[in-house]
């Protein structure tokens, strides 16, 4: 009785609606899993292309410096604060030039300049990258949507090793900085304004 039910139709019905159960069951955890890999290889793909334009805006600071300092006539003080990638021969589309508005595009870099007043611009400011989902750069994470930021500083020789600069240490060449998100927040306010 019990093999005549097995065979029946409903029984073979029951059987394919079980398969057919079991296999987008299957498919559903494979979709999830391969999203899940999908969305990590992206966070990836994004970390690399920043820490790429980071490392060559760092190498074309570098060169920069050295420029300064063999010209004895230069000063590397004056260059604190400007874009770095008016340094560099580039053409990378994530790159929208100065920063507009108050939200800033996922994805892209921009260059926040430093408002002296209400009437005059200067051309100094922070390089501001907006990420495009959740990230780490050198350790910095951002959310999706979220600045962060970097200003050119002068490096010097910290003879004592106290971190701070004394007048009597020299500088030694260029460098992009993070700017602390203290630092940051209110460079954000103040873009908004």
């Given at each position: 009785?019990?093999?005549?039910?097995?065979?029946s139709a409903?029984?073979?019905?029951?059987?394919?609606?079980?398969?057919?159960?079991?296999?987008?069951?299957?498919?559903?955890?494979?979709?999830?899993?391969?999203?899940?890999?999908?969305?990590?290889?992206?966070?990836?793909?994004?970390?690399?292309?920043?820490?790429?334009?980071?490392?060559?805006?760092?190498?074309?600071?570098?060169i920069?410096?050295?420029?300064?300092?063999?010209?004895?006539?230069?000063?590397?003080?004056?260059?604190?604060?400007?874009?770095?990638?008016?340094?560099?021969?580039?053409?990378?589309?994530?790159?929208?030039?100065?920063?507009?508005?108050?939200?800033?595009?996922?994805?892209?870099?921009?260059?926040?300049?430093?408002?002296?007043?209400?009437?005059?611009?200067?051309?100094?400011?922070?390089?501001?990258?907006?990420?495009?989902?959740?990230?780490?750069?050198?350790?910095?994470?951002?959310?999706?949507?979220?600045?962060?930021?970097?200003?050119?500083?002068?490096?010097?020789?910290?003879?004592?090793?106290?971190?701070?600069?004394?007048q009597?240490?020299?500088?030694?060449?260029?460098?992009?900085?993070?700017?602390?998100?203290?630092?940051?927040?209110?460079?954000?306010?103040?873009?908004?304004?």
């Open positions: 009785m019990k093999g005549q039910r097995l065979f409903e029984g073979l019905e029951s059987a394919r609606l079980l398969r057919l159960a079991v296999s987008f069951s299957l498919l559903a955890l494979l979709v999830w899993f391969l999203l899940g890999v999908l969305e990590r290889e992206a966070r990836k793909a994004e970390e690399q292309s920043a820490n790429l334009i980071l490392n060559q805006l760092r190498a074309s600071l570098v920069k410096g050295a420029e300064v300092m063999l010209s004895r006539n230069g000063r590397l003080e004056e260059y604190q604060g400007i874009n770095p990638f008016e340094l560099v021969n580039h053409q990378w589309p994530s790159y929208t030039g100065l920063c507009k508005g108050p939200q800033y595009e996922p994805g892209t870099w921009c260059f926040l300049q430093e408002e002296q007043n209400v009437t005059a611009k200067t051309d100094r400011g922070w390089l501001l990258y907006t990420a495009n989902q959740p990230i780490t750069l050198n350790g910095r994470g951002a959310e999706a949507s979220e600045s962060l930021a970097w200003k050119v500083t002068t490096e010097y020789a910290d003879r004592n090793k106290n971190g701070q600069r004394e009597s240490e020299r500088s030694t060449g260029l460098k992009l900085s993070p700017v602390s998100s203290a630092e940051q927040s209110v460079l954000v306010q103040d873009a908004r304004h």
